[in-house]
């Protein structure tokens, strides 16, 4: 197989393993867990009990992962596939338990049942959805599986009647229900009415990462290995020797055990070897320890420092006049008066004067510079000081500023100069 075909398929091969998330056949790690929720879930689909439970664990943590593998392995029951319905609701898109409802309505297919109907309560056409979902002689009814994403923000909804009335239903002997809350709030029960609480089950699994360095070099080096019924045989046992040669290298276990310090979830693991896929090509047929550290240099790169580059002249001086009176005052708040005088003390201190700016001007940059969050107003500092006397903080610290100055194209030697006398 020619180099171009066997790169072609490297990178879809990779790219859909980064991007898809395909599910592992079993879960890794967390094998009590998985085998806990599929009990759970089986005693609602088959047995037709009702249970309720929450998923809790860190951003990244595989929650969804946990759950979806669960469903996989329920659905291959036949029985269970013909029944069994699911209502899958997200806190970020439901936002009120008006909307909730009609979306449950929806993703069970009852728009008909309801029609024009208007109901009393929500408890009330809650119930009647349930109702509608028996089946013909009355006595057995279809089990539902409710799955709320981002479960903590349901209880910020108004008297939080939707999570109210679905504990109610899984409490009583109605329609078997399950419902199931995915969180990533440890103190999620503090968020719930008395009411609310003394329904739910107590049930909660815990997902808290517990992956050493060592598991986790692993785990990188699978995600770039090829599999073994790659077409082409000898590319992909060049490409795997050279995968170990990366995961060998000495700066690239630096770079991983930085990612690995600042965050354990894969997600950021994906987007770091998504970024060195992309330079892969005919020329450069495998991944070279010098592509991951750039990679990781875009991953972890300061948006803040990287803002500073776009600024004016001017805004940068008055962010250097800001540290200065940070300095002196050891970290005071600070406003544009006082700002504008440390500036002009810098001015009288030049010869030559091509920064002479007029007051709205210096006004505007501070503005701006607010606008960007460089700099936040003092809280509880009233609307109704003047512009010009209202108390700010800076938003950055010295290095940051001082990354920014060294690369800021063709910045003045004076301005430099008085940062560093700044900077001590």
Known sequence: MPVGECITQVQKILRERFCHQQLPEKPEGVEAQHKHLLELLKRTAIHGE??????????GAGKTMLLKCALRDLLQDKEVQKNLLQVHLNGLLQTDDRIALKEITRQLHLENAVGDKVFGSFAENLAFLLEALKKGDRSSSRPVLFVLDEFDLFAHHKNQTLLYNLFDVSQSAQTP??????????????????RVKSRFSHRQIHLLSSLTFTQYLERVRTRLSLPDDFPDAKFAQEWNASVETLCADKSVEEVLQRHFNSSKDFRSVHMLLMLCLSRVSVAKPAIKPADLLEASRLCLADAKANMLHGLSILELCLIIAMKHLNDVYE???FNLQMVHNEFKKF???????????????????????QQLELIRPVDGSSAKTQREYQLMRLMLDHSQIME????????????KQWAMSAFG
């Open 404 to 415: 920014a100055l060294q690369k800021y194209p063709q910045c003045p030697t004076d301005v």
């Open 331 to 333: 970290g005071e708040p």
């Open 177 to 194: 229900i399950a419902v199931v809350g995915i969180t990533c709030r440890l103190d999620v029960l503090e968020l719930l009415e008395k």
């Open 347 to 369: 001015l009288q201190r030049k010869s030559n004067s091509m920064y002479n700016f007029d007051q709205p001007v210096v006004m505007k940059a501070f503005e701006h510079l």
């Open 50 to 59: 009702s249970n309720s439970l929450l998923i809790v664990g860190p951003r």
